[in-house]
């Protein structure tokens, strides 16, 4: 037999992509609108496509699209400091008709000492079988304004990853 052609092996992620906080920010934030952008540092970072296809961000409502339908892995990872014995919340919200959002994931971590730090990670499934209506927001809560989401422009600590694991369902 003749190995495989590549064209003909079916699979294979088509669309990923990162995008994370840019900047810190201490309390509440529902969605985190402002200061979110692609990764491009560190050098390496790498997705798929190359060019185009995608995601984006609502610079209003802080409401992420998808560049095409199919069944999308979502993440969400926090990266948090505070002052004072609190708790950070976290979610993932969505839509499927472009206006409702509900809690898709919710996770919280007590940063249990003074000048404490605490991270946290959530994902779901998420199936996007119209690009105009299924959208997802990232929010950030806390117990009291002296939590701190961390961010920065060279190195993920507040960061959202958009896997296309396959076709809708």
């Known amino acids: ?27 509440d934030a529902t969605p985190i609108i402002t200061n979110v952008d692609v990764v491009d540092a560190p050098a390496g970072y790498g997705k798929l496509p190359a060019s185009g296809g995608v995601m984006t961000k609502d610079g209003t409502t802080g409401a992420f699209s998808f560049p095409v339908t199919g069944t999308w892995l ?4 926090v990266y948090q400091t505070n002052a004072n014995y609190k708790d950070g919340r976290f979610y993932i919200t969505t839509t499927t008709d472009d206006g409702t959002y509900a809690t898709a994931a919710f996770g919280a971590h007590m940063m249990a000492q003074s000048a404490g730090s605490g991270t946290g990670s959530l994902s779901i499934l998420f199936n996007v079988d119209n690009t105009s209506n ?7 809560t806390q117990e009291g304004a002296t939590v701190t989401t961390r961010g920065d422009t060279d190195v993920n600590e507040t960061y959202m990853t958009f896997m296309r694991l396959g076709d809708s369902t």
Not at 10 to 26: K, M
Not at 134 to 140: A, G, I, L, S, T
């Open 1 to 27: 037999g003749s190995a495989a052609s590549w064209a003909t092996v079916a699979g294979g992620l088509t669309h990923v992509s990162q995008w994370s906080l840019t900047a810190d920010f201490t309390g």
């Open 134 to 140: 299924c959208k997802c927001k990232f929010n950030v």
């Open 74 to 77: 979502v993440q969400f990872n």
